[in-house]
């Protein structure tokens, strides 16, 4: 059974740090893309950042770039969304996933909703004081 397992989620304060960790059971990472996402309430779920599966290109969301890092560990079967300087509009629930493939446009890796197909359960993420 194919499974994502999203952890590392919880309640902090503006300008912290959390790592979020997601594992898989029965699919794997190697040579597969990766994608992190989240949804805020009231709000469509969007890309926030996104590791290509040959050539390590990356995608961030312009929203997160210089504070968020992805991260695959192949070994065990690992990605993390190493989050800094979080804020209060980063409250969201933060989900992995992954695909087969990743996909491009104009050279630049996509961190689309529809480029992926197997999604964890998500962890949630509350950025407050």
């Known amino acids: 059974q194919e499974q994502l397992v999203e952890s590392g989620g919880g309640l902090v304060q503006p300008g912290g740090s959390l790592r979020l960790s997601c594992v898989a059971s029965?699919?794997?990472?190697?040579?597969?893309?990766i994608g992190w996402f989240r949804q805020a309430p009231g709000k469509e779920r969007e890309g926030v950042s996104c590791?290509?599966?040959?050539?390590?290109?990356?995608f961030y969301a312009d929203s997160v770039k210089g504070r968020f890092t992805i991260s695959r560990d192949n070994a065990n079967n690992r990605t993390y969304l190493q989050m800094n300087n979080l804020r209060p509009e980063d409250t969201a629930v933060y989900y992995c996933?992954?695909?087969?493939?990743?996909?491009?446009?104009?050279?630049?890796?996509?961190?689309?909703?529809?480029?992926?197909?197997?999604w964890g359960q998500g962890t949630q993420v509350i950025v407050s004081s």
């Open positions: 996933a992954t695909d087969s493939y990743s996909t491009y446009s104009g050279g630049k890796l996509l961190c689309r909703t529809i480029d992926f197909g197997s």
């Open positions: 029965g699919l794997s990472f190697l040579d597969n893309p």
């Open positions: 590791l290509s599966s040959m050539d390590d290109a990356t």
